[in-house]
T-cell receptor, first 112, second 115 residues
Framework: TQLLEQSPQFLSIQEGENLTVYCNSS?????LQWYRQEPGEGPVLLVT?????EVKKLKRLTFQFGDARKDSSLHITAAQPGDTGLYLC????????????FGSGTQLTVLP | GAGVSQTPSNKVTEKGKYVELRCDPI?????LYWYRQSLGQGPEFLIY????????DSGLPNDRFFAVRPEGSVSTLKIQRTERGDSAVYLC?????????????FGPGTRLTVL
């Protein structure tokens, strides 16, 4: 059983469209991180959210941590082909964030 | 500066054989992590080192898996009597390892295929 459920599993959209990816759990996390992974490479950290209700923006990407710290979302505005990749959320159950629990990922393809 | 490096990038072996996977962390990082990523899944935590000692090995699936970090830098993940189900990408990450949460930087992984 996956502790963190991500949806959708696959997403294919046209350049310029907006999209939202979800990460849900029944567990409360001390912090939650979003990564992007490209083929043949390891995940690269995009953002860490630690406070319930927190919203962080990174250019066209907006990340939100749920009030109860059990869920998170990633919204991309005006997607570009360079946004293509596997988006992973990862939660830490304690403050040290040493042991991360990853979701199964959302494979995003942005078509030109 | 140099990131986390892992060797080999690909390893093909036969069922029952022994394999070693190597990880070179970022210089100065005291914490080192191993994860396993199966096809279509997110990484799964295996073990975490702080310095030379394994601070948390709760993710190792069974006693065929063992990892060492004898000098607090390079780490080797060892798998005995490999099984087809061990086929996956093995990712290594390192972090500064200080108090509180710190960012894990991942290497490119070693793709292990057990025939």
């Amino acid at each position: 059983t996956q502790l963190l459920e991500q949806s959708p599993q696959f997403l294919s959209i046209q350049e310029g469209e907006n999209l939202t990816v979800y990460c849900n759990s029944s567990s409360v996390f001390s912090s939650l991180q979003w990564y992007r992974q490209e083929p043949g490479e390891g995940p690269v950290l995009l953002v860490t959210v630690v406070t319930g209700g927190e919203v962080k923006k990174l250019k066209r990407l907006t990340f939100q941590f749920g009030d109860a710290r059990k869920d998170s979302s990633l919204h991309i505005t005006a997607a570009q082909p360079g946004d293509t990749g596997l988006y992973l959320c990862a939660g830490a159950l304690d403050g040290s964030a040493r042991q991360l629990t990853f979701g199964s990922g959302t494979q995003l393809t942005v078509l030109p | 500066g140099a990131g986390v490096s892992q060797t080999p990038s690909n390893k093909v072996t036969e069922k029952g054989k022994y394999v070693e996977l190597r990880c070179d962390p970022i210089s100065g990082h005291t914490a080192l992590y191993w994860y396993r990523q199966s096809l279509g899944q997110g990484p799964e935590f295996l073990i975490y080192f702080q310095g030379t000692g394994a601070a948390d090995d709760s993710g190792l699936p069974n006693d065929r898996f063992f990892a060492v970090r004898p000098e607090g830098s390079v780490s080797t993940l060892k798998i005995q009597r490999t099984e087809r189900g061990d086929s996956a990408v093995y990712l290594c990450a390192s972090s500064l390892g200080g108090r509180g949460a710190d960012t894990q930087y991942f290497g490119p992984g070693t793709r292990l295929t057990v025939l």
